[in-house]
């Protein structure tokens, strides 16, 4: 499983950006893909998963803000981030692993290099 992220990049609070995952194969039908972020000084933390069904799951701090959707066709999952926050600055990461839970405590078989995410107040 090989995972690609890009579409970091500068934004100001309360902008948006759209983060993308390629993934390779047939990827998207055997693992579940997740974003996970680290933040400077920070221990790596848990954002928003996908399941395999469709089903998604998201961190309280990005609930309600953020959105992951997959496009099956592109082999491709997105990250759709609305309203951000200065503390949203960090290296974003896509993860992928048979099972969401592994995602969620950061412990995935598979991550992607990051995209860096910096938003200024």
């Known amino acids: 499983v090989q995972l690609q992220a890009s579409g970091g990049g500068s934004a100001q609070a309360g902008s948006s950006l759209r983060l993308s995952c390629a993934a390779d194969g047939r990827t998207l039908s055997t693992h579940a893909i997740g974003w996970c972020r680290q933040a400077p000084g920070k221990e790596r933390e848990f954002v928003a998963s996908?399941?395999?069904?469709?089903?998604?799951y998201y961190a309280d701090s990005v609930k309600g803000r953020f959105t992951i959707s997959r496009d099956n066709t592109k082999n491709t999952v997105y990250l759709q981030m609305n309203n951000l926050k200065y503390e949203d600055t960090a290296v974003y990461y896509c993860?992928?692993?048979?099972?969401?839970?592994?995602?969620?405590?950061?412990?995935?078989?598979?991550w992607g290099k990051g995209t860096l995410v910096t938003v200024s107040s």
């Open positions: 996908i399941s395999r069904a469709g089903g998604t």
């Open positions: 993860a992928a692993d048979r099972k969401v839970h592994s995602i969620v405590v950061l412990t995935p078989d598979y």
